[in-house]
């Protein structure tokens, strides 16, 4: 989040909630967990969690994630795999997927996201992603369906230092938005990270500390209406 979610071409064990396809070079055991809450409303807090596990061909994830409160809440578990095949990488992700309304009841439905990412150059990487691949429906009434959201994304590396993303994701439902991020590697173990969103304009900051097992990531969305978002992130290597 303190790249301003430009995630479409980061190849990373956080794939495994992003674009499947970038957990296909991951070579450790890892688990990963993350909290985020927006606005200080206790209703719209996010809570995710995974483990990904390299394979002889590819790797694959497990990961599970919730959002909202006993009145009303949005959960989902999904099953990810990617490999790579030469410049590039695929991937693909089924969700089991529930929406929890107070007096209305649940709904469970089953999704599929489905992503890829090239490497053009040592320096350039190309991605693209769709979630929810064929619009699931969620309801009958006025054919009420998931959102289908698709990312493309454009990165450019400097070596080991500098991260600088360009992402634009449309929502079938609404206007594109232009993600613009970045991520400096000032120290040898921490990172400092922004970015920017249009439509609507947000402001993001981040930090990172990397060690030997354990990652630790914070990150601070400003909306200059509706107030802050703050989410903080562990990924912790369980084995080598």
Known sequence: ?????TNTTLQDSWSAFNNP???S???????IFSARNQYSVAAFTSIGAGLIVPLKIGAAAIAAFRFGDDLFH??????TYGNQFGIGRLGIRVNYFETFIEGFGNTTKITIDFGGIAT???DLLIGAYLRNLG?????DFEDERLPTILNVGLSYRTGDKLILNLDLEKDLEFDPRVKLGFEYQAFTKFAFR????????????GLGFDSWRVMIDYAVSVDYV???THQLSLTYNLFD
């Not at 070079?25 to 688990?31: C, D, E, L, M, V």
Request: net charge neutral; charged share 5%; aromatic share 10%.
């Open 120 to 122: 053009l150059s040592e």
């Open 21 to 23: 396809s970038g957990i």
């Open 226 to 228: 509706l107030g802050l």
């Open 25 to 31: 070079n991951q070579t450790k055991t890892t688990s």
């Open 74 to 79: 949005q959960q989902y578990l999904s099953l």
């Open 194 to 205: 922004s970015g920017i969103n249009t439509a609507p304009f947000n402001n993001f900051f």
């Open 135 to 139: 619009g699931t429906q969620l309801s």
């Open 1 to 5: 989040m303190g790249m301003a979610n």
